[in-house]
């Protein structure tokens, strides 16, 4: 079976601030072999092996809560365990060695009561942790030592499919390991549902130990730190990711400035552009984030942004899809104003958007409806899903102007555009509608493919429906 592994990270070739000239594959006359041995020699140092202990607490018998046992035994119950210490290990990079900062995985230090770095040359610190970001797996610890080397960041934009990279890490706990491989893939995303995700994949090879090691490109330059592996045996496979270095950076400046990542939203929901939506909602574009709603009075509404606008850059950074809006705009502080360009209706727009905070979440009500007990109102069958009125009981969030989807058959073009059960149907083609009726008139002479405005519990999006 597949699995996904947090604990290994990259080991391969790491890198310091050296020159470029220098940290090309070579020939050593003297031995007559290909070598990227000096490279190693002036990259390794900047890569630490990290040891973290957290203590466990032992677990209660049904005897600890009980008055009668407790004097019978002061101590505590004989079947009670005493605390015990976790111990694990990790990798961990120096990008600071002026003020000791060093950049590893979120997971790696994750719970720890003592964070110990060991050098390459054999010295050991105690690790203070500056800060932690899990959404993004990224950790900034610091250590008060003299003599570091520090990794230059390459420039992320740079980094292209093809490339050679080197990779150092601890895995297994062994010592420092060096091994090579080529960028696989860029913009890996998926490993986890709620996580910011851009991944470098690479081939180079990991193993369990090697997070938050070094990935480097041959310059000797830090592209990444290395996160996770995909193996069916837990051990490497050639599947690697590391977290891209200008990510790592983001995260860096604010845990340096507020010891956590500060993020916000500009308040708009958003889904990616599809050859059928871009179709049905006739849109110039193919790539970019989709708004699909708009939230009233949020940074999104005051800067005129409307549900249909298709966002296509953000601080002049391009969005091809939802996930690159939603991580551009995860790593702005708050408070402080961007630049959002989007299309509508065949025209670009570029205005000023602020970041705000989000909201704490509020518990929200289902607008699912049920089949026992519900009121006989009338009805009909769109593509396959059959809808009806919204009852006056039902009262859903957003009122009770548009349809009901009652029931989608298997198989049918509404299931196959993705409308499910309790869905509720506001518009057709960017035109709110009332009722069944109103439904039924917008579409009944349309045969081609129709977007519908659909509300999904509180969130609202786009479906569009092919009508043959």
């Given at each position: 079976?597949?699995?996904?592994l947090?604990?290994?990270?990259?080991?391969?070739?790491a890198?310091?601030?050296i020159?470029a000239?220098?940290?090309?594959?070579?020939?050593?006359?003297?031995?007559?072999?290909?070598?990227?041995a000096?490279?190693?020699?002036?990259?390794?140092?900047?890569?630490?092996?990290?040891?973290?202990?957290?203590?466990?607490?032992?677990?209660?018998?049904?005897?600890?809560?009980?008055?009668?046992?407790r004097?019978?035994?002061?101590?505590?119950?004989?079947s009670?365990?005493?605390?015990r210490?976790?111990?694990?290990?990790?990798?961990?990079?120096?990008?600071?060695?002026?003020?000791?900062?060093?950049?590893?995985?979120?997971h790696?230090i994750a719970?720890?009561?003592?964070?110990?770095?060991?050098?390459?040359?054999?010295?050991?610190?105690d690790?203070?942790?500056?800060?932690?970001?899990?959404?993004?797996?990224?950790a900034?610890?610091?250590?008060?030592a003299?003599?570091?080397?520090?990794?230059k960041?390459?420039?992320s934009?740079?980094v292209?499919?093809?490339?050679?990279?080197?990779?150092?890490?601890?895995?297994?706990?062994?010592?420092?390991t060096v091994t090579?491989?080529?960028?696989?893939a860029?913009d890996?995303?998926?490993?986890?549902?709620?996580?910011?995700?851009?991944f470098i994949q690479?081939d180079?090879?990991?193993?369990?130990?090697?997070?938050g090691?070094?990935?480097?490109?041959?310059?000797?330059?830090?592209?990444?730190?290395?996160?996770?592996?995909i193996s069916?045996?837990?051990?490497?496979?050639?599947v690697?990711?590391?977290v891209?270095?200008?990510?790592?950076e983001?995260?860096?400046?604010?845990?340096?400035?507020y010891?956590?990542?500060?993020?916000?939203?500009?308040?708009?929901?958003?889904?990616?552009?599809?050859p059928?939506?871009?179709?049905?909602?006739?849109?110039?574009?193919t790539?970019?984030?989709?708004?699909?709603?708009?939230?009233?009075?949020?940074p999104?509404?005051?800067?005129g942004?409307?549900?249909?606008?298709?966002?296509?850059?953000?601080?002049?950074?391009?969005?091809?899809?939802?996930?690159?809006?939603?991580?551009?705009?995860?790593?702005?502080?708050?408070?402080?104003?961007?630049?959002?360009t989007?299309?509508?209706?065949g025209?670009?727009?570029t205005?000023?958007?602020?970041?705000?905070?989000?909201?704490?979440?509020s518990?929200?009500s289902?607008?699912?409806?049920?089949?026992?007990?519900?009121?006989?109102?009338?009805?009909?069958t769109?593509?396959?899903?059959v809808?009806?009125?919204?009852?006056?009981?039902?009262?859903?969030?957003?009122?009770n102007?548009?349809?009901?989807?009652?029931?989608?058959e298997?198989?049918?073009?509404a299931?196959?555009?993705?409308?499910?059960?309790?869905?509720?149907i506001?518009?057709?083609?960017?035109?709110?509608?009332?009722?069944?009726?109103?439904f039924?008139?917008k579409?009944?002479?349309?045969?081609?493919?129709?977007a519908?405005?659909?509300?999904?519990?509180?969130?609202q999006i786009?479906?569009?429906?092919d009508?043959?």
């Open positions: 079976m597949k699995s996904i947090l604990g290994g990270a990259l080991s391969a070739l890198l310091a601030v020159p000239a220098s940290a090309q594959v070579t020939m050593d006359k003297s031995r007559g072999v290909v070598t990227i000096p490279t190693v020699e002036k990259t390794v140092p900047a890569v630490v092996s990290i040891r973290v202990t957290s203590r466990k607490s032992g677990y209660q018998t049904p005897l600890s809560n009980n008055p009668f046992f004097d019978m035994f002061p101590e505590g119950a004989p009670q365990p005493r605390a210490e976790a111990v694990s290990a990790g990798s961990g990079v120096i990008i600071d060695a002026r003020k000791g900062h060093i950049l590893t995985n979120h790696v719970g720890a009561d003592e964070v110990v770095i060991t050098l390459d040359d054999g010295r050991k610190f690790a203070e942790v500056v800060g932690s970001d899990e959404k993004t797996d990224i900034l610890l610091k250590i008060d003299s003599r570091l080397t520090e990794l960041f390459a420039d934009e740079d292209k499919v093809g490339d050679y990279v080197i990779a150092i890490g601890n895995p297994f706990g062994v010592g420092l090579t491989g080529i960028v696989s860029l890996r995303f998926g490993l986890s549902a709620d996580k910011y995700e851009n690479t180079a090879s990991i193993n369990p130990g090697n997070s090691g070094a990935l480097v490109n041959s310059k000797g330059e830090l592209i990444g730190i290395n996160t996770a592996i069916r045996s837990g051990t490497s496979a050639g690697g990711f590391a891209p270095v200008d990510m790592a983001k995260v860096m400046d604010q845990l340096l400035e010891g956590e990542v500060r993020r916000g939203r500009i308040g708009v929901s958003i889904q990616n552009v599809t059928e939506l871009a179709e049905a909602l006739d849109l110039d574009v790539k970019g984030a989709l708004i699909s709603e708009v939230t009233e009075g949020s999104a509404d005051l800067a942004l409307q549900s249909g606008d298709v966002v296509t850059a953000f601080n002049r950074d391009p969005v091809e899809s939802s996930r690159d809006l939603r991580n551009a705009v995860g790593f702005v502080p708050l408070g402080k104003t961007s630049k959002i989007f299309e509508r209706d025209r670009s727009k205005v000023s958007i602020d970041i705000e905070a989000i909201p704490k979440s518990s929200t289902s607008s699912r409806s049920k089949d026992d007990g519900e009121e006989d109102t009338s009805s009909d769109f593509r396959g899903a809808l009806m009125d919204i009852p006056d009981r039902l009262n859903p969030s957003g009122g102007e548009g349809v009901l989807v009652q029931r989608v298997p198989g049918s073009a299931a196959e555009a993705g409308l499910r059960r309790g869905d509720i506001r518009g057709v083609k960017r035109k709110a509608i009332s009722n069944l009726d109103d039924t008139d579409t009944q002479f349309d045969d081609d493919v129709i519908l405005t659909v509300q999904r519990g509180r969130q786009f479906v569009a429906v009508g043959t």
